[in-house]
């Protein structure tokens, strides 16, 4: 008995051993799922992770944000940042083009000066930060302030991307509540978003003080006269990038996702269908709309969508069909490990909240301004508002405005 016991465990080892073989086969054989990275992607990855790791996550408050601090009184002074602020911010701008392919941009000295003036005016009027500041057309300027120190926040304003946060933010925060764009004044049209992604893009300007009321007011000088002339470095931009990207920026609340063109004139409202290749499940895009005629980031087309109900899952990869004008795929990964996660500080909460769609179609100063450019070079599109701000030029109502002014006047017109 005791042998025949021992045989027959022998050859139900023996079996089981013939039936894991068969199994390893069978799942060798087997086609690899497109959640699985290879060996490129993995490097990829690790190199995105570590360059992400590198960026300075220093969080500032009003008393280490300064080198010099700004004076809010009769002898008004913007003050001065600490260099490292200003270079940790530029980092960020520049990892975050580096996702997209996109060649970095540099911080000149004029444009620094020109968004610390506007920052520090913005902090020592209190200027309110739940509605569009750009431009300051909804402020009175203080009597301690010259009417040129006044025009000229109202113009860097009116050319810059805005944030404002009660919280004590890292310099890169405040790049990347621009770059999601979640929270977004004026709705789902990614116009802060276009900005740091601009294909025509060169030179910034940083800038941000504390006013009173606790918020820091963060300037980001994007609209530069010269950089309308450039060549685009790249036909378009697409939000998530193509290849791998970084779930945090690509899932959340009020997040947008988008395709900007950077000389093809589109006007409709393209299908958009996203599918899960890990699934094989197909989804469609919500809340499409078509911000063309605002111009941002020098872009001549502006789509913007919402993934709906697709589920966003680190590792699977996504095919997107935007019908007519593109399709392409890309992989979500982890930007942040373990590790940094713990380094890094619980993330402050924004309080410049808007829903994706609220004021959708509300006008700023910086979007005017943007379709205004918009209509110049393309005066040959009829749609009815880039027409009507086409129409406002020609009738010379622009001329009031100080920027248009010199931008007709620096190009001899």
């Known amino acids: 008995m005791k042998g025949l016991v021992m045989m027959t465990l022998t050859l139900k080892q023996r079996l089981m051993t013939i039936a894991l073989s068969s199994l390893l086969a069978l799942v060798s054989a087997s086609p690899v799922l497109a959640a699985d990275f290879s060996q490129g992607e993995i490097t990829q990855v690790h190199q995105f992770q570590k360059n992400y790791a590198d960026l300075d996550k220093t969080r500032y408050d009003r008393n280490s944000l300064y080198e010099k601090s700004p004076v809010f009184a009769t002898d008004f002074s913007a003050g001065k940042l600490k260099p490292k602020y200003i270079e940790a911010q530029l980092a960020y701008i520049n990892y975050y083009r580096s996702l997209f392919g996109l060649m970095p941009v540099t911080a000149t000295e004029i444009a620094n000066e020109n968004a610390q003036q506007t920052a520090a005016v913005m902090a020592a009027i209190n200027a309110n930060p739940f509605i569009n500041q750009h431009g300051l057309s909804n402020e009175t300027k203080p009597n301690y302030l010259s009417s040129s120190m006044w025009k000229l926040a109202q113009d860097t304003s009116e050319t810059s991307n805005l944030n404002f946060n009660v919280n004590n933010e890292s310099a890169g925060d405040v790049i990347t ?237």
């Open 177 to 413: 509540d621009l770059l999601t764009d979640r929270y977004n004044l004026t709705g789902s049209d990614t116009g802060h978003r276009a900005w740091i992604l601009s294909t025509r893009l060169t030179t910034t300007g940083i800038g941000a003080a504390y006013g009173t009321n606790g918020y820091r007011y963060s300037v980001q000088k994007v609209l530069n006269i010269k950089d309308l002339f450039n060549e685009p470095s790249q036909p378009l931009i697409c939000y998530p990038a193509a290849g791998l990207f970084p779930i945090e920026l690509g899932k959340g609340k009020n997040i947008a996702w988008s395709l900007y063109l950077s000389n093809k004139v589109y006007l409709g409202k393209p299908k958009i269908t996203i599918t899960d290749l890990d699934t094989g499940k197909n989804y469609q895009a919500t809340d499409v709309t078509n911000y063309s005629s605002s111009g941002y980031g020098n872009f001549k087309t502006i789509i913007t969508y919402s993934p709906g109900k697709t589920p966003l899952i680190e590792g699977h990869e996504y095919h997107v069909q935007i019908k007519d004008l593109y399709n392409y795929r890309f992989k979500f990964f982890r930007q942040e490990t373990v590790s940094s996660r713990q380094e890094t500080q619980e993330k402050a909460q924004t309080y410049q909240t808007a829903s994706p769609q609220k004021n959708a179609n509300q006008e700023s100063a910086f979007s005017t301004q943007s379709a205004k450019l918009w209509a110049m070079f393309n005066p040959k599109n009829q749609s009815r508002k880039v027409f009507n701000y086409f129409d406002a030029l020609k009738k010379g109502q622009w001329k009031q405005n100080f920027f248009i002014h010199n931008f007709l006047k620096d190009l001899h017109l």
